[in-house]
């Protein structure tokens, strides 16, 4: 079988949204969980909750790169409060060993949605294959209509991502530097959470346009030339 041309849509890869490029901060045990369930060991089903910015969709992205990485088949689709596509979609993808599905409230209320979820959700359970499934709330809390669908995405293990202290957030900072192949100090970090948007999306975007003023300018980031940057 051919998946690729059985399937309507396909997704890109984020190169740098792996395990390896997230910060693990105090969810070692939900990374634990992922790591297993992304190359067919230990849960089956995985919902990940919290709030926006946390990292849900990286952490799916990165089970795919895993599941890849291990010679498994993953797909990865992010559900949009904008429009949703046909669940066609869901057509052939129980053959998938690896799928991961974003924003899961999205689909609340949508009949024809909820329903063909439902049975894909049947057709690849059959197949013991891993589902990892993501929302801004827990899945008990989703407004799902369709009673037998919402009992299922209570089935599995459910593992809430927790809000970063401001400590974390300025070792996010640095880690996520260092990745990118610059360095920030520990005071860099504090000034940064002081003035700027504390989001964590804000911050990442914020990571991008200094290390390109940075190389711009050949100029390590010290506390005045970021107040220049920031200024600008």
């Given amino acids: 079988m051919n998946l690729a041309k059985q399937l309507p849509l396909q997704f890109e890869f984020r190169a ?60 990865y689709f992010s559900l949009s409060a904008l429009e949703l596509p046909d669940p066609e979609l869901l057509t052939g993808l129980e053959m998938f060993d690896v799928v991961c599905f974003d924003n899961m409230e999205q689909i609340a209320g949508n009949t024809a949605w909820e329903e063909a979820f439902f049975n894909f959700f049947n057709r690849h359970r059959d197949q013991d294959h891993s589902l990892i499934m993501s929302a801004n709330c827990a899945p008990n809390q989703i407004a799902i209509q369709l009673p037998d669908l919402k009992t299922r995405l209570n089935w599995g293990l459910t593992l809430k991502l927790q809000t970063l202290s401001d400590n974390d957030k300025i070792k996010a900072l640095i880690f996520k530097a260092d990745k990118m192949g610059f360095q920030i100090s520990t005071q860099v970090g504090h000034f940064l959470l002081t003035h700027y948007e504390r989001d964590l999306p ?13 190389l711009a300018a050949k100029r390590k980031l010290t506390i005045p030339f970021l107040k220049q940057i920031l200024s600008e």
């Fill in 202 to 214: 804000s911050l990442w975007a914020l990571l991008t346009k200094l290390d390109q003023a940075s």
């Fill in 16 to 75: 740098n949204q792996t395990f390896e490029d997230f910060f693990p901060g105090n969810h070692s045990e939900v990374l634990n969980h992922l790591l297993n369930a992304s190359v067919g060991l230990g849960e089956r089903q995985v919902f990940i909750w919290g709030l926006s910015g946390l990292g849900k969709s990286h952490l799916l992205q990165a089970c795919c790169h895993r599941a890849q990485n291990a010679g498994l088949s993953s797909f």
